[in-house]
């Protein structure tokens, strides 16, 4: 058996994990990818690439993931079930493994209308619960079909995504013991800008001892400004924005200095909360300030494992 991913052996090791998030381009210019990856080497443990984020073509996440190796950072590549059926989910997992990656985040994905393609035919032949089955099985050496592998399977840490402000509440935290029952490994949640709502998530999680099955990640998102804020509160779906995270940065001198105060403030509440193994950090479009979040955060350097 080869070595368990740095990801895996950090939550298993009960340390406070660290990960980040890099969006591969919008053109087959891997230099992107490298540059964020010398800038944020060493800040985490490994480092989500979006599958087509919000239904754009990007380059690939394995593609993205094979330049984070090469510079000596770990990737978390995400894989949605938008783009395939289970023969190109399976195939992609084999190809991504036989290159060394071994964090796997199986999302649902955008759908295509919200994207640059709304034409586009989905694909949805399984949902992100049933790829997360298979990739079980795939570890445990078995294809979707029940065929067993004649060779090497491979070695895989499984993650979910969870969003514990869309509606129905009480189901959330429902769909996540599903997501643990078919054999993730660690969540990451939707960003976190109603800290409140997300403490009665998690209570609910303790409640059904979810916490103790699964690594669950706060994510965490710095905000620039007053009008993004808004914005995700009013037309981004299954996202919560508080009225008071709002009038902090309306009242800032600095908002930028602001919502990055706000950011690290909520790592710290993360960091006493039960049930919390991480904080899984999206700056988005902001990348060069993951650095100083982790830093004034008490998050670096990082553990050895």
């Not at 976190?192 to 994510?219: N, P, S, Y």
Request: proline residues 4%; contains cysteine.
């Amino acid at each position: 058996m080869k070595a368990a991913s740095k990801l895996q052996r950090m939550c298993e090791s009960g340390n406070f994990v660290v990960t980040g998030e890099i969006g591969p381009p919008k053109s087959c210019n891997g230099e992107i990818v490298r540059h964020h990856a010398k800038m944020l080497k060493g800040w985490c443990e490994s480092f989500n690439l979006t599958d087509n984020q919000t239904a754009i073509v990007r380059l690939s996440s394995i593609a993205a993931g094979k330049i984070l190796l090469e510079e000596g950072l770990e990737p978390n590549i995400q894989i949605v079930c938008r783009d395939r059926n289970r023969i190109a989910a399976q195939s992609d997992i084999l190809g991504a493994s036989a290159l060394g990656m071994k964090n796997v985040l199986c999302l649902s994905g955008d759908h295509q209308k919200f994207g640059n393609h709304p034409t586009a035919k989905n694909v949805f032949d399984v949902d992100s619960i049933q790829l997360i089955q298979i990739l079980d099985g795939m570890r445990k050496g078995y294809f979707a079909n029940g065929e067993q592998m004649k060779d090497e399977p491979p070695q895989l840490f499984i993650g979910c995504a969870a969003n514990p402000f869309a509606d129905p509440f009480e189901f959330r935290v429902t769909r996540l013991e599903k997501k643990a029952d078919a054999g993730a490994d660690f969540c990451q949640t939707q960003c976190i800008l109603d800290m409140e709502r997300f403490e009665r998530w998690m209570e609910l999680v303790r409640a059904r001892g979810l916490h103790k099955r699964i690594k669950i990640l706060g994510g965490i998102t710095p905000i620039k400004s007053v009008k993004a804020a808004k914005y995700m509160k009013k037309f981004v779906a299954g996202m919560m924005v508080s009225d008071d995270l709002i009038e902090r940065l309306e009242k800032a001198e600095d908002v930028k200095a602001e919502g990055l105060q706000i950011a690290i403030e909520q790592i710290e509440r993360l960091k006493k909360m039960e049930g919390i193994a991480g904080v899984h950090i999206m700056a988005i479009a902001w990348e060069e300030k993951v650095p100083e979040i982790c830093q004034r955060a008490g998050l670096a350097p990082r553990p050895e494992v």
